[in-house]
């Protein structure tokens, strides 16, 4: 039996936020405004509305339903500040227009493989952990690495992913298969980091210097 779609407020932009993955908004064009105002008058604990990637008007077929979770300030003329929650994916159908803004026919879109290569996450953790203690300078707290679905969203959303990965990561039904992506992108990034960032903190320094004489 085919599962009715789902009818959803859109948001396009030139990003995305993964499912498990936290990002602030500001809200200032009036047909958002008007959005985030219907949103929030009748919140949907399962998204409140979807994130679509568009650029240079293409739109991505998968996107992630969204969960407003803080409003960080309310500026004149209704614009706001806010947090959302990626909370699920979904693959974007038919667009409508009830409203400023459209809202598109959404359905579900979930993993084939339901279960993950358990080693591999291992890797993908170090390396992780490895990652944030050469940009922060601090240890990740253990309970970050705990292993749930949707690990590898997770991992991602901290780890500097590009738009590119991103979409493959949103286009996968394997966790054992975002893994092993997420895994290549650390295995490259990570010495970049470590090469990078002493280059950064001198010209940090040397530019402190100059304005200290």
């Known amino acids: 039996m085919t599962e009715t779609p789902e009818r959803l407020p859109l948001f396009p932009l030139p990003m995305m936020v993964l499912p ?16 985030i105002a219907h949103c929030r008058a009748e919140p949907n604990p399962r998204g409140d ?13 998968y996107a992630t339903a969204v969960r407003i979770t803080k409003i960080l300030e309310e500026h004149d003329e209704g614009m706001v500040d806010l947090l ?6 979904v693959e974007v159908l038919d ?6 803004y459209h809202s598109a026919d959404t359905r579900p879109y ?13 890797r993908v953790y170090a390396l992780h952990r ?10 990740p707290p253990d309970s970050f690495y705990n292993r ?10 901290c780890a500097g992913v590009d738009n590119r990965t991103r979409l493959h990561l949103l286009r996968s039904t394997s966790e054992t298969e975002r893994l092993r992506i997420v895994e290549t ?10 090469d990078l960032l002493p280059r950064l903190h001198t010209i940090a320094g040397n530019f402190a210097l100059t304005q200290a004489v």
């Open 148 to 157: 749930e679905a949707g690990i590898a969203f997770k991992v991602a959303a």
């Open 185 to 194: 992108h650390l295995q490259d990034l990570l010495p970049k980091a470590r």
């Open 95 to 100: 667009r409508v227009r009830f409203h400023l």
């Open 49 to 61: 509305f979807v994130i679509q990637y568009e650029e240079d008007d293409r739109s991505a077929a």
């Open 84 to 89: 959302v929650e990626g909370r699920r994916r």
């Open 130 to 139: 490895q990652l944030l203690v050469t940009v922060t300078g601090d240890e």
């Open 110 to 122: 979930e993993d084939e493989e339901t279960d993950w290569d358990d080693d591999l996450a291992t």
């Open 20 to 35: 498990g993955e936290v990002s602030a908004l500001h809200i200032f064009e009036p047909r958002y405004r008007e959005m």
